[in-house]
């Protein structure tokens, strides 16, 4: 009997601290976890380090030495600081999130793949939850807010090739089958795929010609 005595108010603070510990550990093991360097995986990594930190302190809350309706008390108080700062916080950043799981769950685009929205065009590089980085012609990095994404047209080239095309427009002195010619061998040398040409239009003093072909690794476009 004496025993017992001392065993049952060791498990009461045994349990809830093991629990802390393993709420913590699980914590710190996604934070320094080493993901895949896809950009899905870092969105479903910062969910998941939300989620865990909530848990976390929802635990550690229920671990403390205090009686039920205390317990119940700090738990609504948590609660209610949770949803004052998502009401306080920039309606942007909820905005951002919201369209990063929208465009995740969509599957617009890879990383990898080029976009174009507005003036910016440019490979996607990182997805993450609140905005998207993208490298453009000039090799600089560039972000965009998800909003953004979601709120605007959206070009997407497939990284596994997409179709070029150039205009150019030459006089009327230049016989047509000797510009065909020349641009299809320019098409040839861009290593596009069957190149063929068309002509576009007959001004008055011009032709317009488009010289068009099948480009499989978009990386050289």
Known sequence: M???????????????????IVATLATFWLIRRTWPDKSDAQVSRQIALIVAT??????MVLALPFED??????????????????????TN????????????????????????????FGRVTEKFLLHT???????????????????????????????ISCNVTL????????????LREAGEKAELADPFVQITDLGDFSVGYKVSGFLASVENM
Do not use: C
């Not at 909530?54 to 635990?59: D, F, G, L, N």
């Not at 950043?93 to 990898?112: E, H």
């Open 93 to 120: 950043f909820a905005s951002n999130a919201m369209s990063g799981l929208m465009l995740k769950a969509v599957g617009s685009f890879r990383t990898g793949d080029f976009i174009r929205v507005d003036e910016h």
């Open 54 to 59: 909530v848990v976390a302190v929802i635990v």
């Open 171 to 182: 006089g009327y002195d230049i016989h047509r089958r000797k510009i065909t010619d020349l």
């Open 69 to 90: 309706k205390t317990q119940e008390q700090l738990i609504s108080l948590f609660g209610l600081v949770i949803t004052a700062v998502l009401a306080l916080a920039s």
């Open 133 to 163: 980085e993208i490298q453009t012609e000039d090799r600089d990095l560039v972000t965009l807010p998800n909003l953004y994404l979601i709120s605007h047209p959206m070009r997407v080239v497939r990284s596994s090739g997409t179709l």
């Open 2 to 20: 004496d025993v017992l005595s001392y065993i049952e108010p060791i498990g009461d603070w045994v349990v809830p601290l093991l629990a802390v």
